[in-house]
């Protein structure tokens, strides 16, 4: 099983700011086979990217991914007030899906 | 539009069972693969099981290995997860997913309840 360990848990930035979240893999992943959501209370989870890099659809510049092999980053260039969230990597590639366990962006 | 409503959902005692149902609508239902999400209260997402198109792969996350059951109806555009000898730590909100390059459409997630 692949695990996902995200960084920071927690992300105390104000609006406007950049904001840079990182995801470690314990084994390769396949860029083609990473993903990041968004997730507000009581919502169901948003795809922001896929294969790494790839905006979903309706999803703003201001958010771009990257990364290689083990690492990954979800970058969100300034934060707007609708940003503040958690935010989940998963690795769709091998079986078990995993996700990592989420960065709360929070207003500072 | 893609739109996945999930229901079935409630409150059942250990060692029971439930059948979650998702129902499909806006895409082409039979062409892609499909996955049921959980999330306990207060905590993180856990990738449950998928299915492909036609329902001849089938994978588990090892927790419900034996216990859990996906499958899926084209005919009808609707997922399934069977559910027996429920337990405590099976408690969580339960999404199905739509597979398009990541999980690319949730439903609003039904809650299912596991206590005595």
């Known amino acids: 099983e692949i695990v996902l360990t995200q960084s920071p848990g927690t992300l105390s930035l104000s609006p406007g700011e950049r904001a840079t979240l990182s995801c470690w893999a314990s084994?390769?992943?396949?860029?083609?086979?990473l993903a990041w959501y968004q997730q507000k209370p009581g919502q169901a989870p948003r795809l922001l990217i896929y294969a790494t890099s790839s905006r979903a659809t309706g999803i703003p510049e201001r958010f771009s991914g990257s990364g290689s092999g083990t690492d990954f980053i979800l970058t969100i260039s300034r934060l707007e007030p609708e940003d503040f969230a958690v935010y989940y990597c998963q690795q769709y590639g091998s079986s078990p899906r995993t996700f990592g366990q989420g960065t709360k962006v929070e207003i500072k | 539009e893609v739109h996945l409503v999930e229901s079935g959902g409630g409150l059942v005692q250990p060692g029971g069972s439930l059948r979650l149902s998702c129902a499909a609508s806006g895409f082409t239902f039979s062409n892609f693969w499909m996955t049921w999400v959980r999330q306990a209260p207060g905590t993180g997402l856990e990738w449950v099981a998928n299915?492909?198109?036609?329902?001849?792969?089938?994978y588990y996350v090892d927790s419900v290995k034996g216990r859990f059951t996906i499958s899926r109806d084209n005919a009808e555009n609707s997922l399934y997860l069977q559910m027996n000898s429920l337990r405590a730590e099976d408690t969580a909100v339960y999404y199905c997913?739509?597979?398009?390059?990541?999980?690319?459409?949730w439903g609003q997630g039904t809650l299912v309840t596991v206590s005595s």
């Open positions: 084994q390769s992943v396949s860029s083609s086979n």
């Open positions: 299915i492909n198109q036609v329902g001849s792969e089938k």
């Open positions: 997913a739509k597979n398009g390059g990541g999980y690319d459409s």
